[in-house]
Structure formats: structure tokens, C-alpha cells
């Protein structure tokens, strides 16, 4: 079977307040779905967007991202890449966080304020290298 590799970002439309919550939401739905499917990825929060690669069969990956754009938080949803992939690049995470630590109230804001990360004037390459890359640094990790 060809897996598949759909990358995106969109804006964030969760308000401050409530933004740790519904991170945490997202990645218990996403964890707990993705196994069931068969989808490996990561997701990212920073500077108001979320930035996030999906691995999986397309079937699986067309209803979980249908899901996505219909999603309240997220607005704006920009479809970078949706092609086949030779390699999973997150093959051991059902969803990764970038940007995740034990806090993650503090860890998202100190993200989102410091990174200086902006996914729109990337394309989907890019943006999956980008992702890797900051899954890598010893702060980032956690699935």
C-alpha cells in the first residue's frame, strides 16, 4: 500500500485563554484516532498557526483532514502538499508536538512568542523538513 503525505497550515481561532485545553484535546483525539487508522504526523502551534503533516493511507488522510477544515479552531486552512511519500518521516509518532514540554500552558506561549517559526511563506517540503528538524531539538519532543 502507498502512503501518503499531506502537509498544512491554518490560522489559530482558539481564543488565549482556552488555547492549552484544546491543544491538549487535539493531541488525545489525534493520538487516539491516528492509531486507529493508521496515521503518523506531527503538529506545531506558533505565532497563531497551527502547521501540521499527516502520513497514512489516503483514505485516511482525506477524512481526517475533511475533519480538520470543518474544525471551529482552525480557520483558514491552507493545503500545502497532498502527494505520495516513499518514507513516513514521523513513523513513530501517532501525532507529535512540537513546541511540547510537562507545561504545556507555558511551553506553547514561549513558542509561539520566541520562535520567530511562520509557516505561510513556506511550501509543503519545506515545511515537513522544518517540522523534522524541530522534532529533533531536545525541548520539541513528545508523543
Known amino acids: 500500500m502507498t ?5 498544512y497550515y491554518s490560522e489559530n481561532r482558539v481564543p488565549s485563554s482556552q488555547l492549552a485545553a484544546e491543544i491538549e484535546t487535539i493531541l488525545a483525539a489525534s ?5 486507529l487508522v493508521g496515521i503518523t504526523g506531527a503538529l506545531m502551534f506558533s505565532e497563531g498557526h497551527f502547521a ?5 493511507s489516503q483514505a485516511a488522510i482525506e477524512s481526517t483532514f475533511e475533519r480538520i477544515q470543518q474544525d471551529r479552531r482552525h480557520g483558514n486552512v491552507n493545503l500545502l502538499e497532498f502527494s505520495s511519500a516513499p518514507t ?10 512540537i513546541g511540547s514540554s510537562d ?9 509561539a512568542i520566541r520562535s520567530g517559526f511562520d509557516p505561510r511563506p513556506l511550501d509543503g517540503g519545506q ?3 522544518r517540522l523534522l528538524e524541530l522534532l529533533k ?6 508523543s
Do not use: C, H
Not at 493520538?31 to 492509531?35: D, F, M
Not at 531539538?137 to 513528545?142: A, D, G, Q
Open 31 to 35: 493520538r487516539r484516532n491516528n492509531v
Open 3 to 7: 502512503d501518503y503525505r499531506l502537509v
Open 88 to 97: 513516513r518521516g514521523f513513523q513513530n509518532w501517532s501525532m507529535a508536538f
Open 103 to 111: 507545561d504545556v500552558t507555558a511551553e506553547v506561549k514561549d513558542i
Open 52 to 56: 501540521q503533516v499527516l502520513e497514512g
Open 137 to 142: 531539538e531536545p525541548v520539541s519532543r513528545k
Open 127 to 129: 515545511l515537513f523538513v
